[in-house]
């Protein structure tokens, strides 16, 4: 029985990586400020940007929240981009496809972590060049609950970029 198997290792995955934040109380429910690497380089590893997000989350678990999330890119080991959105303690994590790294989400609400289907990428629209998501996928927790996941993620203009946007052709 591979699925649960690899379902409990996404979940695993899922869990420290928010077990490793530092920090229990986030400050607030955007996350923090975009940072660059110091070649400012936007496609450097590690490198992020803000992204416009809208997700909601029903069935055995329930969330809805607008506002702010990052993404941003993958190592070269592992996967294209990452996106992520936080409010309060819900998280939602997407992974774009990469070498040897399967396209892949986990939704945690309150204490109650989900996931895709490993294998499957079906409903899951995740740009490995950091423009955006659109999710619309069952995803499940260890014990096989189900919750309806769907979610946007537009990182190709926000009010940040649409700011410099704008200093440019007031320079220009």
Do not use: H
Not at 6 to 21: E, F, G, M, N
Not at 51 to 70: D, F, L, P, Q, Y
Not at 95 to 108: I, L, N
Not at 120 to 148: C, K, N, P, Q, W
């Amino acid at each position: 029985m591979r699925f649960p198997r690899l379902l409990i290792a996404a979940l695993a995955l899922a869990a420290a990586l928010t077990a490793c934040s530092g920090d229990d109380k986030p400050e607030g429910d955007d996350p923090p400020a975009s940072t660059s690497p110091a070649t400012d380089d936007p496609n450097a590893p590690g490198a992020q940007g803000p992204c416009k997000v809208k997700i909601e989350v029903e069935g055995a678990a329930t969330a809805s929240w607008e506002g702010r999330g990052t993404v941003r890119v993958g190592d070269a080991d592992g996967p294209e981009a990452i996106y992520q959105a936080v409010n309060g303690d819900n998280l939602l994590m997407a992974y774009a496809e990469g070498p040897d790294f399967p396209t892949s989400v986990t939704v945690t609400v309150g204490d109650r972590t989900f996931a895709n289907k490993p294998g499957s990428a079906e409903g899951l629209d995740i740009r490995g060049d950091r423009s955006g998501i659109d999710l619309d996928f069952t995803a499940l927790d260890v014990e096989g609950a189900e919750a309806g996941v769907t979610a946007t993620f537009d990182c190709s203009s926000t009010p940040d970029k649409d700011k410099k946007k704008k200093n440019k052709k007031n320079k220009g």
